[in-house]
């Protein structure tokens, strides 16, 4: 019996390549341990995109999306700051803060986020509408190894994790580029139309390890 439920645990932490098209990741309790770790062959980002769908009922702060490298651990987050009521993305660990957001609780919502190294400009797409552009940090491209988490926010590569900041609830159709995504192509990917999957993280072959609690869902939507 405890060769086999060994072979559980090491086979749940095994790394996967799946397509979750219609799935979505649950973490349903608080906790600095649970999280997915996503895997990609990319390691130079001179630009980027990321687009994904969450739902929480989190009142506190929580992390979205979380990249880190060996010398930045926030080389690229997602972050809602709860206090100040405002999403921040924060590139190389300078941050870039979006106000006056209608972030409900217990509802999906559509965020996609860019950054171009050239002009160093970030910015926030929140359920189809574009936000204003804010300068974080230019001037060269971001260097892995990366360590990509959803579900925690690290303060180091690959750890670091504070369960006063994980995330509680349900994360879907999450997408990668290594470019800056036009208008219309997140109007696609918002409306859920016919778009190219992204070129880093794709949700319909992607390569991730769950580590504690977290489930794969078919994904709940909204029946009308």
Not at 91 to 116: P, Q
Request: glycine share 6%; proline share 2%; hydrophobic share 40%.
């Amino acid at each position: 019996m405890t060769i086999f439920l060994l072979v559980v645990m090491l086979a749940s932490c095994a790394a996967l390549r799946k397509d979750l098209s219609g799935k979505m990741f649950t973490f349903p309790q608080q906790t600095s341990t649970a999280y997915v770790k996503l895997t990609t062959s990319i390691q130079n980002l001179s630009a980027l995109t990321v687009c994904h769908r969450s739902f929480t009922d989190l009142k506190r702060d929580h992390g979205l999306f979380s990249l880190a490298t060996s010398t930045s651990s926030n080389a690229f987050l997602i972050f809602w700051d709860s206090t100040h009521n405002e999403m921040e993305v924060h590139v190389r660990d300078r941050a870039a803060e979006f106000s006056g957001l209608d972030y409900k609780l217990n509802m999906w919502h559509s965020i996609c986020t860019t950054w171009d190294s050239a002009s160093g400009l970030v910015q926030l797409w929140f359920n189809g509408q574009p936000l204003v552009r804010k300068f974080s940090s230019s001037g060269s491209s971001t260097q892995g190894p990366f360590m990509i988490i959803l579900g925690q926010e690290q303060d180091s590569h690959g750890g670091g994790f504070d369960q006063k900041q994980s995330f509680v609830g349900m994360i879907s159709d999450v997408h990668m580029w290594d470019y800056t995504l036009s208008a219309c192509e997140i109007h696609n990917y918002m409306d859920d139309l016919n778009f190219t999957p992204g070129n880093v993280l794709n949700w319909r072959a992607l390569e991730y390890q769950i580590f504690e609690r977290v489930l794969v869902e078919k994904e709940e939507l909204t029946c009308h």
